[in-house]
């Protein structure tokens, strides 16, 4: 079964960054829109950034200006580079491909004040 596997998370101080990625294997993954969820400790998991198959890209307000989605369909892959992380950025990183049913492990992003 496909499944996307995250990795990049880590622990970083407020104000530092992250850059996250995501393979995602099969052939599908150019034409497929893809997203960044996150779910903090006792929280619904959340959708903060999407891209289009073509590029474009979407955020929530909370990580508009600071997160940038990504994505190198010729490494199957989707990025997300995190700037002036804050302490409530603190969950689980997930990606995940439109359609596909799977969620990967995830990657945990730690922001210490």
């Known amino acids: 079964q496909v499944q996307p596997e995250e990795s990049g998370g880590g622990v970083v101080q407020a104000g530092g960054s992250l850059r996250l990625s995501c393979v995602v294997s099969?052939?599908?993954?150019?034409?497929?829109?893809m997203f960044w969820y996150r779910q903090a400790l006792g929280q619904q998991r959340e959708m903060v950034a999407s891209?289009?198959?073509?590029?474009?890209?979407g955020y929530v307000g909370a990580v508009k200006g600071r997160f940038t989605i990504s994505r190198d369909n010729a490494k199957n892959t989707v990025y997300l580079q995190m700037n002036n992380l804050k302490p409530e950025d603190t969950a689980v990183y997930y990606c995940?491909?439109?359609?596909?049913?799977?969620w990967g492990q995830g990657t945990q992003v730690s922001v210490s004040s």
């Open positions: 891209i289009t198959n073509e590029g474009r890209p």
């Open positions: 995940k491909q439109f359609g596909l049913d799977a």
């Open positions: 099969g052939s599908f993954f150019s034409r497929k829109a």
